[in-house]
């Protein structure tokens, strides 16, 4: 450990460990589910971090913040109802929030923890919890999705922590058939699914499940996110059967004037060509997915 910076270390990324030089440690808090870290870096801006691992910098929470939101997003006409489990720090509620056809947005973060950190550190994070379509429950996402009745939702954003910890269970197959109970047919589920280059038998499992409950298109996506370890993360992307969903070409492209750019800022990285662009895997990533 090198003093006066932080470096990133799990077993899930053995051998290697990304680090940030610290300017200043701004908050440092237990919850009743983790450690909850912010500071100050002298590169990246604020970073949030829970249990040792970075969730998100100012500088590139953008890259995975919309990505993770606008590819299922732009992929269906006129999504209506979205729900977000995890993502407590506000940012994908922000990006739904561009989306004009959206009438409610319900969220359920386990830790409320985040949330408060997230407005009191985050202002422009935390500013999709100012959208009045947003309703936030604080509780654990496999319980709430648990008594969702049967094709409530549009799309369902899966903005989860890595799977050591309270996340684990949202990579497991019983947590992916309450999801596809959830979605209306044809509708869409986008899941923080990790890096091709450390994850693979992690990746292989969960298109392995997928491939078995969600009985639509199946695709993996991937983007470039350079505080996440191995700097790349991952989404898996699903619909459940109804009208055909093709996520490499989408049809539903935000308003570049749209109405909501006062408040959330214009998009910084997200456009029609990366969301095309992301569907492309590298040969041996691609071998593994599409065999499964
Ligand atoms: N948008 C920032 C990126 C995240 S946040 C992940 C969130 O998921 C955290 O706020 C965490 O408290 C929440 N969470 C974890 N488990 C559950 C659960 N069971 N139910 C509801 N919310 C949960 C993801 C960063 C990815 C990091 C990659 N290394």
Redesign the pocket.
């Known amino acids: 450990v090198i003093p006066g910076w932080f470096s990133e270390m799990s077993p899930m990324w053995p051998g290697e460990a990304h680090s940030l030089k610290v300017e200043k440690i701004l908050f440092q808090g237990k919850s009743d589910?983790?450690n909850v870290i912010v500071f100050q870096s002298s590169t990246y801006g604020k970073v949030?971090v829970?249990d040792g691992?970075?969730?998100?910098t100012e500088r590139d929470?953008c890259a995975?913040?919309e990505m993770i939101t606008h590819l299922p997003l732009c992929s269906i006409p006129n999504p209506k109802k979205v729900l977000v489990?995890?993502?407590?720090?506000g940012?994908?509620l922000r990006e739904v929030s561009r989306h004009s056809s959206v009438e409610k947005i319900d969220i359920?973060?386990?830790?409320k923890m985040?949330v408060d950190v997230s407005k009191q550190f985050f202002p422009r994070v935390a500013v999709g919890f100012d959208d009045p379509r947003v309703t936030l429950h604080i509780?654990?996402?496999?319980a709430f999705l648990k008594a969702v009745p049967e094709g409530t939702y549009d799309a369902v954003i899966v903005?989860?922590?890595?799977p050591i910890?309270?996340?684990q269970?949202?990579f497991e197959k019983p947590f992916f058939a309450s999801v596809a109970k959830a979605l209306r047919p044809g509708g869409v589920v986008c899941t923080?699914a990790?890096s091709i280059w450390l994850h693979m038998h992690i990746i292989e499992d969960i298109v392995a499940n997928c491939r078995q409950i969600f009985k639509g298109t199946v695709n993996y996506a991937w983007t470039s996110v350079p505080t996440?370890?191995s700097g790349v993360?991952g989404f898996m992307l699903c619909t459940t059967e109804g009208p055909p969903v093709d996520f490499k070409h989408p049809i539903n492209p935000i308003d570049a004037d749209d109405r909501h750019v006062k408040t959330t800022g214009p998009l910084k990285f997200y456009n029609s060509e990366m969301h095309t662009a992301a569907f492309c895997l590298p040969s041996f990533a691609r071998k593994v997915i599409e065999s499964k």
């Open positions: 589910y983790q949030l829970l691992v970075i969730q998100l929470e995975y913040q489990i995890g993502g407590g720090d940012g994908v359920c973060e386990i830790d985040v509780g654990d996402g496999v903005d989860s922590s890595d910890g309270p996340a269970e949202l923080q990790e996440y370890p993360i």
